[in-house]
């Protein structure tokens, strides 16, 4: 490339860019500020030098020594994950969006198969190709002018290779739903990659004005981030690797005693500590489109809700083969968005559930999982060898059921069947002992094919149990006009058991009936919340709204 250091002010022009744009002109004066110190983080003499070259253009960004360090701290995390990533994936793509004026091809081992994009509006690239001279020739090094919000210039970047996504301060500076739909552009046209990304909390976001590189520039922050999970939960398979906060970096021992002091509060301060992060993304294209409707698609409700549990960073459930199959769906789970404020209601009932299972579950027996949608209990209940365990549910869920949860054992099978089909039970020995378990499905069903089903099983086998979920009369009109995911999905609720000793089928005892605000987990929860559970479960109507059932016969 042609060196910066021949080029003169006189060379460059004035700079005129919008309030966004003139950004760049901080983290440039920042990364100048930083290579001149006594003790730099970064040490980035090119940003030196084109701060030099630009001279007067650079202006008075606001930039403070406390901010400069702050900015080259952030600079070096992104190139040393753009290191280990370029050292495992010599062949990659390298898409560096909002490139401004960031010399960080300069600054890491660039292996030569790897095919480098510095993207940015045409504004910025022009003055780049000014201070940096243009890619020498031969060397797989592109500028793109263009948007990164604007989705025709990702048809110039080859799509057949791992791809690493850097966007060092430029997620703040766009709206939720840019973000987002880059994020989701991203993750379908390329077949695996990462995704690093700066960003900051929405309490960060209200206090931007306050800023004084922002105010020097006239823009301010658009968009903050709390909980990393609700962009995994917005994007079809994305993952979050790693958080970075700032805060708790060595590095900021360089800082001013006042600035030192006030991050190493911050940094112990739930809230405070995220206010600047680095986050580390991953995806995979490998995803099955899915097409449901009706109660087979509820159950993807589900699904996102035990991988939200998962994500979390005290889980209940802990269901990772559920977070695995979200990564593997091609879906808009943002369908069912109002449900992420309580992961917990779903991972407790099939943690109950589970608990029933493992007490009931004796060698040598038969399991039926009826309805068993994408719902991973036979890997967390991990059976013994000599049970014979049958997953059934609709053909179509079955089929993707296969694609996106395999399960290679002896003493499986996956049945695609409805569980109303008289037929269901043709082919499967009747002569073991069988436990029957069911996860959201009584509802869905009539209350006629609930009993012509349970009088099936109870008359091919010998003796069993049946554990399952159930709402009374009242649970299935709130759900049916307030359940976000029966709402989105178009579902038809029915089977309704007020009374649970009156279960009309032959032979069948109630063997227990457990609430939920008796399960052991809401411990965590406050105080105030929990004693509100604990009121609910005194009101019989209420308690029997939601609830596990298991009967012996």
Not at 8 to 36: C, K, W
Not at 156 to 161: I, L, T, Y
Request: charged share 25%.
């Amino acid at each position: 490339m042609t060196d910066p250091k021949q080029l003169g002010p006189e060379q460059l022009g004035a700079v005129q860019f919008d309030a966004v744009q003139r950004t760049l002109l901080s983290t440039l004066h920042a990364r100048a500020l930083d290579h001149r110190s006594a003790r730099p983080v970064l040490g980035d003499a090119e940003a030196a030098r084109v701060a030099d070259r630009l001279g007067e253009d650079l202006g008075d960004t606001g930039m403070s020594g406390t901010g400069a360090v702050f900015t080259a701290l952030r600079a070096k995390l992104f190139d040393e994950r753009t290191e280990r990533f370029l050292a495992a994936h010599p062949d990659a793509v390298v898409l560096n969006l909002g490139c401004g004026l960031d010399a960080r091809a300069w600054r890491v081992t660039v292996p030569p198969g790897v095919r480098w994009y510095d993207v940015d509006q045409p504004e910025v690239i022009a003055l780049r190709r000014r201070v940096f001279g243009e890619p020498p020739r031969g060397a797989d090094h592109h500028l793109l002018a263009a948007s990164v919000t604007d989705p025709d210039w990702f048809a110039e970047v080859p799509a057949d290779r791992p791809v690493l996504v850097l966007a060092e301060g430029l997620a703040p500076y766009l709206d939720e739903a840019d973000v987002l739909a880059l994020l989701r552009r991203i993750s379908t046209r390329f077949p695996r990659g990462e995704i690093v990304l700066d960003v900051i909390h929405p309490w960060v976001v209200a206090l931007a004005h306050r800023v004084s590189a922002l105010r020097q520039t006239g823009t301010t922050f658009r968009w903050g981030l709390g909980d990393p999970r609700e962009l995994t939960a917005r994007v079809p398979g994305l993952r979050l690797l790693h958080q970075v906060r700032m805060t708790t970096r060595p590095e900021l021992d360089r800082l001013p005693i006042g600035s030192r002091v006030a991050a190493r509060v911050a940094s112990a301060l739930p809230g405070p500590r995220d206010g600047f992060r680095v986050l580390r993304l991953a995806f995979e294209r490998e995803r099955r489109p899915v097409s449901l409707r009706g109660a087979p698609e509820t159950m993807l409700a589900t699904l996102r809700l035990r991988a939200l549990d998962a994500r979390g960073a005290d889980p209940i459930l802990g269901d990772r083969w559920a977070e695995r199959a979200v990564r593997r769906l091609d879906y808009d789970f943002d369908r069912f968005r109002k449900l992420d404020r309580n992961p917990a209601s779903v991972a407790i009932r099939a943690q109950a559930l589970d608990r029933e299972v493992r007490r009931a579950l004796r060698p040598g027996m038969t399991v039926l999982h009826l309805g068993c949608g994408l719902d991973a209990r036979y890997e967390r209940i991990d059976p013994p060898a000599d049970v014979a365990w049958y997953d059934v549910d609709h053909p179509d869920v079955i089929a993707l059921r296969r694609a996106v949860l395999p399960v290679d054992a002896p003493g499986y099978r996956a049945v695609g069947s409805s569980v109303t089909d008289p037929a269901l039970l043709r082919g499967i020995p009747g002569d073991r002992p069988v436990l029957v378990v069911a996860e959201g499905l009584t509802m869905y069903l009539s209350e006629q094919d609930g009993r012509e089903l349970l009088r099936r099983i109870t008359a091919h086998f010998p003796a069993g149990h049946l554990i399952f979920d159930a709402f009374n009369t009242l649970g299935v009109e709130f759900s049916r006009r307030f359940n976000p995911a029966v709402v989105a999905a178009g579902a038809r609720l029915g089977w309704a058991i007020d009374d649970p000793r009156e279960l009309p089928v032959p032979g069948v005892e109630l063997a227990e009936e457990w609430s939920f605000d008796q399960a052991p987990e809401i411990a965590r929860f406050s105080p105030p919340f929990r004693l509100f559970l604990r009121a609910w479960g005194r009101i019989t109507p209420l308690r029997r709204m939601g609830r596990v059932l298991h009967y012996r016969f």
